[in-house]
């Protein structure tokens, strides 16, 4: 299987004055296409702060991180900007909708920064948004949806471009456990149907049993690797 993301001792302190943090210690991590990932342990644990490196919102700070087989470690701003829009989908906890949009123009955002025609966006934003059940919802703002809907709306956003890897940090956290379980099934099916590679975060017992594979952090160390 082809390697999408790979992490050779890759690790973060936080420095403030004399004071140092160890969020994570280094690291050796290799995910495979289509795979689906949960990352699991306690708050503190350094969840956030792998998938952060991974998605390249945060930098090692040493070690080395290949996405898709691009070195990310000394893109520039603008050069590390380009690969996550090309590569990643991000699913946040808080949903991160832009309260000002619908959950068509939310959707559709990610499509004009990519600079693609009128009628192709229509088409994809459309079917992204079909595809997670909002297909009734496209004209309604976040404000006027449910915490599952806007989750919906952040997935579809996530997937519209087709990238070949999704982010979620801790996407069931603000939805009860229903609505929580039929997320994880729509991502299941995403992985299943588009070949989708799917990491995510997570202390939910019940959403880290969906997982295909398990990787248990705690105190930013890698203390288990688990495929199911």
């Known amino acids: 299987m082809k390697e999408l993301i790979e992490l050779r001792q890759a690790s973060r302190i936080y420095n403030s004055g004399e004071q140092s943090l160890t969020a994570l210690y280094p690291v050796d991590l290799v995910v495979h296409e289509g795979e689906f990932v949960c990352i699991a342990g306690p708050s503190g644990s350094g969840k956030t702060t ?11 700070s040493a ?14 701003r603008r050069s590390s900007a380009r690969m996550r829009l090309d590569l990643l989908g991000f699913v ?16 559709e955002y990610v499509l004009l920064l990519k600079g693609v025609s009128a009628s192709e966006r229509k088409a994809r934003v459309a079917s992204a948004l079909c595809r997670v059940g909002l297909e009734g919802q496209m004209n309604k703002f976040p404000r006027e949806m449910s915490g599952g809907q806007q989750q919906r709306v952040a997935v579809a956003r996530a997937i519209v471009a087709a990238p070949p890897i999704v982010l979620a940090d801790e996407p069931t956290a603000n939805l009860d456990s229903s609505t929580g379980k039929d997320l994880i099934d729509l991502l299941l099916g995403l992985n299943s149907e588009q070949k989708i590679t799917f990491v995510f975060s997570s202390h939910d017992p019940l959403i880290i049993e969906r997982a295909g594979r398990v990787i248990t952090l705690q105190d930013g160390r890698i ?6």
């Open 50 to 60: 792998l998938l952060n490196i991974i998605g390249g919102l945060d930098a090692p």
């Open 223 to 228: 203390v288990n690797d688990v495929r199911l």
């Open 63 to 76: 070690g080395r991180v290949s996405i898709a087989g691009e070195m990310t470690n000394g893109l520039s």
């Open 92 to 107: 946040f906890q808080t949903y991160n909708l832009i309260p000002v949009l619908t959950a068509y123009e939310n959707v």
